[in-house]
């Protein structure tokens, strides 16, 4: 079973989008879930996380614009994403993790993925 993203699309700089997180099937839940985003040619960020119990890390491009949340009665997650800029224009994706940690011994957000991904969803920002 996957997280699937959606919700994506072309807003304009300053707008705002609600993305979903969603399994693929029947599952029994995750712990930790993750929110990603990749920019072309380059890898797999982390961007936002969230425990089981609802403690929340971010990156800081992120922090105080985007907001993480679930809800665990549908196994769901969700990234409300305010003040978009261009450069937050990049394909967007969730994973579920077995375990429930969310920062490292530094303090900076950590998640530890499922090894397959679902389809993630393009997020464009027009200036």
């Known amino acids: 079973v996957q997280l699937q993203a959606s919700g994506g699309g072309l807003v304009q700089a300053g707008g705002s989008l609600t993305l979903s997180c969603v399994p693929s099937?029947?599952?029994?839940?995750?712990?930790?879930i993750g929110w990603y985003r990749q920019f072309p040619g380059k890898q797999r960020d982390l961007i936002a996380v969230?425990?089981?119990?609802?403690?929340?890390k971010y990156v800081d491009s992120v922090r105080g614009r985007f907001t993480i949340s679930r809800d665990n009665s549908k196994n769901a997650a969700y990234l409300q994403m305010d003040n978009l800029r261009p450069e937050d224009t990049a394909v967007y994706y969730c994973?579920?993790?077995?375990?429930?940690?969310?920062?490292?011994?530094?303090?900076?957000?950590?998640?530890?993925?499922?090894?397959?991904w679902g389809n993630g969803t393009q997020v464009t920002v027009s200036s």
């Open positions: 994973n579920g993790s077995p375990l429930d940690f969310i920062s490292d011994e530094r303090g900076r957000p950590y998640h530890h993925p499922m090894a397959s």
């Open positions: 099937g029947r599952t029994l839940g995750f712990n930790a």
């Open positions: 969230i425990s089981y119990g609802g403690n929340t």
